[in-house]
């Protein structure tokens, strides 16, 4: 029994050819939109590269990208298909091209799908991707004299700034690395000699963070450095005040950033794939529709499309078989090619008679 049989009748089937030929051209910007989602991301992940660990996480955007584009191209040919049937001599053309089309799309929905389920899962990937490249960034902040790192300490300051957050986990990230110059530094001065001889890697460390880490909404001068020491500030305590320092660490500023664009993205990418597998049953009912016609002279006549020739179970357990024997067939073919090539090794005995 096929699945899904509908009756149509010629006013039917013009009516479902108009509305897919309408559809295809909504799927047409649709593709258009995701393809700029894909652009947009791509290009948000490009400006904060130097903060990440790996190019891992363009797989998104670059699978948006080129979605986008099947899309375009898929859909503007499934209109044109739609546009023809209207005329039985035009749509001729297209007949044997329609089951190797429908197939295609199936698999590309499949690929939507898929690439949706993506953007909503990435946020693992993505965190452990910006902890090592937010880790190295601030390794280099104070590189400013290196040719290929001197960028490091504005990007890290624009990202704070922007971002509002302060180091990788928190603003202490930055009480582990020496953040300052070695060429700020006066090593006549006893106390930076001190700090040095104190670190076994004579690091200058210091509890304090960069001036991109300060709140400007708190009302008091921004406390920077010597941040646990309560008694280098009036009215100071560590332990209790509300200090004017970002709190939350880049990190999972920047995984809460991407992760709510993807999630939005993985939505509309889902929102698309329902749109195209509605197209595509649309498609596959106007296909069997116009093949099953009766009397091809006579297009007013009533005919039957359906989505699956037989029921689920039937068509499953119909690829199944048609698996095996194309298996079985490669297998006799790579004996049979095994065995002349056996054949062709052996080299014929000669007997000398003396």
């Known amino acids: 029994m096929a699945l899904l ?58 699978s948006l990208i080129l979605m986008g584009i099947l899309s375009c191209a898929f859909n503007g040919f499934a209109g044109k298909i739609c546009y023809d049937s209207l005329d039985p001599a035009k749509f001729a053309k297209w ?6 089309y429908l197939a295609l799309c199936f698999f590309f929905n499949i690929l939507i799908f898929f690439i949706a389920l993506i953007c909503f899962l990435m946020r693992g990937s993505l965190e452990s991707t910006l902890a090592q490249g937010l880790k190295n960034g601030m390794k280099f902040y104070r590189d ?11 990007t890290i300051d624009m990202l704070q700034i922007e971002f509002k957050c302060c180091g990788n986990n928190g603003f202490k990230d930055w009480f582990e690395i020496q953040w300052i110059s070695n060429r700020y530094l006066d090593f006549s001065s006893k ?23 300060c709140n400007p909404s708190s009302p008091r001068p921004c406390i920077q450095y010597q941040v646990t020491n309560n008694s280098a500030h009036y009215s100071y305590d560590y332990q209790t005040e509300e200090l004017n320092l970002w709190r939350r660490g880049c990190r999972e500023a920047l995984l809460q950033y991407y992760s709510s664009m993807m999630s939005s993205m993985g939505a509309v990418v889902l929102l698309v794939w329902l749109f195209e597998m509605s197209v595509m049953v649309g498609l596959r009912l106007l296909h069997t529709s ?7 002279e006579d297009p007013e006549c009533e005919s039957e499309g359906w989505i699956l020739e037989n029921s689920l179970k039937d068509t499953l357990k119909s690829a199944l078989e048609n698996l095996k024997k194309i298996g079985k067939f490669n297998q006799v073919e790579a004996d049979a090619e095994g065995a002349e090539g056996e054949e062709g090794g052996k080299t014929p005995a000669i007997t000398t008679v003396s």
């Not at 108009?18 to 649709?30: D, E, I, K, T």
Request: net charge positive.
């Open 144 to 154: 400013t004299d290196t040719p290929g790192r001197c960028f490091m300490k504005k």
């Open 191 to 213: 106390e930076v000699k001190d700090r040095i001889k104190s670190n076994v890697d004579g690091r200058y460390l210091v509890d304090g963070v960069p001036f991109s880490c």
């Open 95 to 100: 007949k044997p091209l329609l089951k190797p």
């Open 5 to 62: 049989k509908v009756k149509f009748n010629q006013k039917k089937r013009v009516k479902l050819a108009q509305g897919l030929w309408l559809m295809n051209w909504f799927s047409v910007f649709a593709g258009i939109l995701v393809f700029s989602m894909g652009l947009f991301l791509k290009i948000e992940l490009r400006k904060r590269s130097e903060v990440m660990d790996n190019s891992e996480s363009h797989f998104v955007p670059n």
């Open 290 to 296: 116009l093949e099953s016609i009766a009397n091809p």
